[in-house]
């Protein structure tokens, strides 16, 4: 289920606008995970994608000096997407590591291009924008457009339902990876026809397959979404 981008609250935001003449933005957890210490900081389920637009206001103040515009870019960000997380993981903080390890031309190039930086490995599983529009992936691959990301996603949640028990953010990037190899996203796949599919897999049973690729290839309809390539030998 998508979730809104919520506000934190001042005292757990890295952006506030009150804080003293030069300081820093500080990033909650952007390296790849959280504190150790169990308790010590209450992890929300859409972290990771705020985390990717602490990434974004943090690496711009770092770069220009300008706080104030840091701050716009993230509060576009939290009016412009929704976060497609179910549960925080490791490697879904890997949209905002990516994004914090670009240098200050990269930044400089990206100007104010909010898809520029969700283009970054990582992003597309864990963001959507709210008016459709579709966020360009580093790269392309089979998480090219949402519409791809969000199959990803699915076959992820399946095979994370049916026994992996490994959280679907986690499963998503290894599925990504693994069927880039042989298959790829169709640019021109429609919403009605990533409703057939989706629909196609939601009568799936998990007796009916093992991995998620498996599961793909035994459904024709998703064919118009995540068409299989041959390889060549």
Known sequence: MKRALTHKPARKRALNRHRAPGSALVLLGVALGVSSCQGSYEME???PCRQAGFAIASRNQACNGDADHANALYERFVDEYLCSVTKPSQNAFR???NIN???CEEVAAKGDDLNGYLSANGCGVILKRKDGTPIPQAGGGVT????????????????????????PGDL???????????????????????ATCLSALDGKRCI???????????TPSCDSVLPAQEVAP
Not at 208 to 218: M, N, T, V
């Open 45 to 47: 389920r859409d972290e």
């Open 101 to 103: 390890a670009l240098g």
């Open 172 to 194: 998503s990037l290894l599925i990504a990876s693994d069927l880039t190899t042989d298959h790829e996203c169709a640019a021109n796949a429609t919403p009605a026809e990533l």
């Open 208 to 218: 009916d397959f093992s991995i998620a690729r498996e599961l793909l290839d035994a």
């Open 144 to 167: 090219a457009t949402p519409l791809c990301a969000s199959l990803v996603l699915r076959l992820a949640e399946f095979e994370s339902a049916c026994g992996d028990n490994e959280p």
């Open 95 to 97: 949209c905002a590591y």
